[in-house]
């Protein structure tokens, strides 16, 4: 682990599918450890793309991302020792919460990240994670019986429970009940964990993050406010649709 420089960083990233379609192009971006970011952008600018980027789902075309200093690659990737490093440091919530679960129950699901941990401390994380996220009484249910707001709890117990080191959010509070986004917003803002959030929820903005990065339609970075120095102005979010004129 290295700890100086950024946690992780982009370098004239592009995605581009078997298609011919760009889903990136040209991202230079770099993270910080402990900083929390906040994605925007329309629908298809490619803010669900770079998230699977950084989660080493989808490898750029071009450029090159780097985590904690080392090249992510289909070299790297094929490390054994290292991806199940990088799996349990790095994870990633769906935008749709039914592609995450496929366990017999909310106990076996919770507990699946958890399989290299001694057994007593999987059920410590397990009934932890259970309790603070209102699923005690669901343990023995199966996850495809839940509402969509219960998965959507469901995904972020398996996902904290790994203990991450870098959180990967995308539209998290889409489903969630005002309670449970009260929750998470409380959570992010008082742990040390790296964050990067998806969200068309612009009034979440200021609680989800500090730093603000705009995709473009044309899925590329057209504001960071890192580099610019603050918030972005009214213009800016309405010329991106970001907000009404």
């Known amino acids: 682990m290295t700890e100086t420089g950024p946690l992780l960083e982009l370098e004239g990233v592009e995605v581009t599918y ?9 991202i230079d971006l770099a993270i910080q450890r402990g900083e929390r970011l906040v994605l925007l952008g329309t629908n298809g600018c490619g803010k669900s793309t770079l998230l699977r980027v950084l ?3 989808t490898l750029p075309s071009s450029g090159t991302y780097r985590f904690d200093g080392r090249p992510v690659n289909a070299r790297t990737l094929q490390d054994r020792a290292w991806q199940r490093d990088f799996r349990q440091r790095v994870v990633l919530m769906f935008q749709h919460p039914e592609s995450m679960l496929f366990n017999p129950t909310v106990h076996d699901e919770i507990g699946f990240g958890l399989r290299h941990l001694p057994a007593p401390e999987q059920q410590a ?3 932890h994670w259970a309790g603070l996220l209102r699923l005690d009484d669901l343990l023995e249910a199966p996850p495809f019986e839940l ?3 219960e998965k959507q709890r469901l995904c972020l117990a398996c996902l904290l429970a790994v203990e991450p080191e870098l959180l990967l959010l995308d539209e998290p509070t889409a489903n969630l009940d005002p309670r449970t986004v009260g929750w998470l917003l409380e ?3 008082e742990r040390p964990v790296t964050s990067v959030v998806a969200t068309h929820q612009m009034t979440l903005v200021p609680q989800l993050g500090e730093r603000i990065v705009i995709l473009s339609g044309d899925h590329r970075i057209v504001f960071d406010s890192r580099e610019a120095g603050g918030p972005p102005d009214h213009d800016l979010l309405v010329t991106h649709g970001l907000a009404h004129g």
């Open 18 to 26: 078997p298609n011919g379609r760009r889903g990136l192009d040209g």
């Open 55 to 57: 989660d080493a789902l």
């Open 125 to 127: 994380r397990i009934a």
């Open 147 to 149: 509402s969509g707001g």
């Open 187 to 189: 959570w992010l803002r």
